[in-house]
């Protein structure tokens, strides 16, 4: 089953994936885990570690504390606008071509390398609230993401392949 994939310009799209890439561990671990956007998590952490810094500032006997938060706010600053920019960047990418067949899921950008992974690497199928995560069992193997309009298509493939043993929905 081939059919394509509409990411380009999706923004909510790449902020999932991009949490998903930067949390890829926990997935691993506890697949069921909800996703968030990373844009938000680094604003919650900026203003967390602003208010640290600025009740700590006062406080005599707290002064290391305010360094060590600033500090981490200015990493957190600094890991915000890397995402907003690589963000940027992840929209200016086509849309993609996914096949799915019997040996597993390829997907193929156009004009570009094309990934696959083959059924016995693939680890999880994880439906989230705008893509869906194809994560391989180890690191050899790059994970796969399709946009959730692609959610009944995936479903069928996985359906005919006798592979919905794999597939947790997330998007609950």
Same mark, same amino acid.
């Given at each position: 089953?081939?059919?394509?994939?509409?990411?380009?310009?999706?923004?909510?799209?790449?902020?999932? @994936?991009? #949490?998903?890439?930067?949390?890829?561990?926990?997935?691993?671990?506890?697949? %069921?885990?909800?996703?968030?956007?990373?844009?938000?998590?680094?604003?919650?952490?900026?203003?967390?570690?602003?208010?640290?810094?600025?009740?700590?500032?006062? @406080?005599?006997?707290?002064? @290391?504390?305010?360094?060590?938060?600033?500090?981490?706010?200015?990493? #957190?600053?600094?890991?915000?606008?890397?995402?907003?920019?690589?963000?940027?960047?992840?929209? %200016?990418?086509?849309?993609?071509?996914?096949?799915? +067949?019997?040996?597993?899921?390829?997907?193929?950008?156009?004009?570009?390398?094309?990934?696959?992974? $083959?059924? +016995?690497?693939?680890? #999880?199928?994880?439906?989230?609230? #705008?893509?869906?995560?194809?994560?391989?069992?180890?690191?050899?193997?790059?994970?796969?993401?399709?946009?959730?309009?692609?959610?009944?298509?995936? $479903?069928?493939?996985? %359906?005919?392949?006798?592979?919905? +043993?794999?597939?947790? +929905?997330?998007?609950?």
């Amino acid at each position: 089953m081939t059919f394509n994939n509409y990411e380009k310009e999706n923004k909510k799209y790449y902020e999932e @994936i991009m #949490y998903i890439s930067s949390n890829y561990y926990i997935f691993k671990k506890r697949p %069921k885990t909800k996703t968030h956007s990373l844009v938000k998590v680094f604003l919650l952490y900026i203003i967390l570690f602003s208010l640290i810094f600025l009740s700590c500032l006062f @406080i005599p006997n707290l002064y @290391i504390l305010s360094v060590i938060a600033f500090i981490i706010l200015i990493i #957190y600053i600094y890991l915000l606008v890397e995402t907003k920019y690589k963000l940027r960047e992840f929209m %200016k990418h086509n849309n993609s071509i996914i096949t799915i +067949d019997e040996t597993g899921i390829e997907n193929k950008e156009e004009n570009e390398t094309s990934s696959k992974l $083959y059924w +016995d690497a693939i680890e #999880y199928i994880i439906i989230n609230k #705008y893509s869906i995560s194809i994560l391989p069992k180890n690191f050899a193997h790059f994970a796969i993401y399709i946009e959730i309009n692609a959610k009944n298509n995936v $479903y069928k493939a996985l %359906k005919k392949f006798n592979k919905l +043993d794999l597939l947790i +929905d997330n998007s609950i």
